[in-house]
């Protein structure tokens, strides 16, 4: 009914169907009984035992640790339940030369001196012939991750530490576990069986409704498909279509296989490049996860498997498991009435850890879009365009580490270097490489300290710096900085050793 102020009531959603239970069905369902439920709506959660999820996704950025704070997850019980660790960044070791090692922090480097960019301070330093290390050097997350350290920020405490940004490691399968208990606990309901058939709206050709293999229906008016790489309600049933990047990112297989813990888990992941892909190490409470991601074009299956075993710390706890994908996006994340998250949506490698980040941000998009009955386009078509947007960024960041390295050892280090990249990539790398200048742009997810920390790690320079550094004294510039060097130096010091700092927060298991 229309009201006098303009404002009406209007047809809600009411029965939402979730397609899945993986990590995205799993966050989607415990995010939306939290925020959703409201006694009105329904909320079912179809997944197949039979069929299992993917079960790997154990690196994660820092946003992750606002999406369990929504949910009202306490960090020591989320640390207990998924045998999880901190994240302070990524090691990456052989990527820019074979032997070279850099550290991609979460967080910023330095201080800005009168509003002028670190880095271009740091920049003009090099140029002189200053003696101030690396960049690294200037992040609290490095300091920190390099000695095995971690510690919190402090609420209101003016200490360098509160510069430290982390995420987490976790079981992908006993993440899943919590948040299956929350969404069950908020009145999700949960149906075991595989579905069999799809029932569609023969006018609008929505879906209308999901049919198990017992000839059960469950009927919906908002499906959120989370049923991994095979899409079976974006793809199978609507046909929405996959925008393949394989010529830029020509990973198409991970091997995974966990191991033995060989000490202290560290507070980061590390990426390892071999001759055609790389191999990540992801240090848990109780093992470590490690896996092969590889291009099968420049080598076979057999062979990755070897150099994935021959590069373990700890002895394997499990058989080696192959994963296929394909890198892309799917061409609308939302059709119809069907919403698509986490590997049904689309999928970059690991290298950068963004899978369930993609995750988090659908569901977050969703919520700031979340429909009526019958679904607008332009909100449809708004979410559409920021997933793209935030794909395309991922996409890009993720390129830029091929495309920026030195190495020619192998036809597929020689592929990567020499291939065409995207324009807004091109783009991005050309400004660098005139003054070292990165703007983010839009919500990009990555800011310039993390291109800057890829694009110096692997040994790209810039022709200069920026000439407004010109405008501060050089030599009062250098000794602030030795000095702050030294200060991210000492504070890491006094820092509790991570797996002190997590058994004595009560989140050890
Ligand atoms: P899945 O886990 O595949 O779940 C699909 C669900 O759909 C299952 O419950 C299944 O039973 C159900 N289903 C399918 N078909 C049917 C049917 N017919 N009937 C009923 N149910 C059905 N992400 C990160 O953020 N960090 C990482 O470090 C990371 N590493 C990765 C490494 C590799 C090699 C790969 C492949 C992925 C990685 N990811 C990572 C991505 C991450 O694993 C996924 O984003 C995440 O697990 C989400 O998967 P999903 O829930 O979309 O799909």
Redesign the pocket.
Known sequence: MGQANGIGTVNRIERVVI???????WMAAAALARFFNDGRRTIDL????????????????PPIVNFNAMLDIREDEFLQATRGTFKLGIEFVNWGRQGDRYFHPFGSYGQSFHGIAFHQLFLREVARGGQLGTIGEYSMSTAAAMTGKFARPAVGAKSLVNQIIYAYHFD?SLYAALLRKMAEGRGVRRTE????SVERDGETGDIRAVV?ENGDQIEGDLFID?????G?LIEEALETGYEDWSHWLPMDR?I?VPSESSGPPSPF?RSTAHGAGWQ?R?PLQHRTGN?H?FSSGYMDEGEAQDILLANLEGSPISEPRT?R?LTGMRKKAWSHNVVS????AG?I??LE???????QNGIARLFALFPDNPISPIERDEYNRGMRELFEDVRDFVILHYKATQRNDTEFWRYVRDMDVPESLSRKMELWRLHGRVFRENAELFAADSWISVMLGQNTWPESYDAIADSLDPDRVASAMKQMRAAYRETAEKLPLHEDFIRQSGGWH
């Not at 179809?46 to 950025?61: F, L, M, P, Q, R």
């Not at 989370?226 to 095979?230: A, E, L, W």
């Open positions: 397609v899945g239970g993986g990590t995205a069905g179809v997944e197949s035992d039979a069929i299992g999820t993917v079960g790997v996704g154990e690196a994660t950025i992908a069986g595989r579905i069999a198990l989370c049923s991994g790489f095979r079976l991970a995974a992941t990540w992801i896996g991601v994963l994908f998250l986490g590997l049904s999928f490698e690991p850890s963004t899978s369930i980040h993609l995750i």
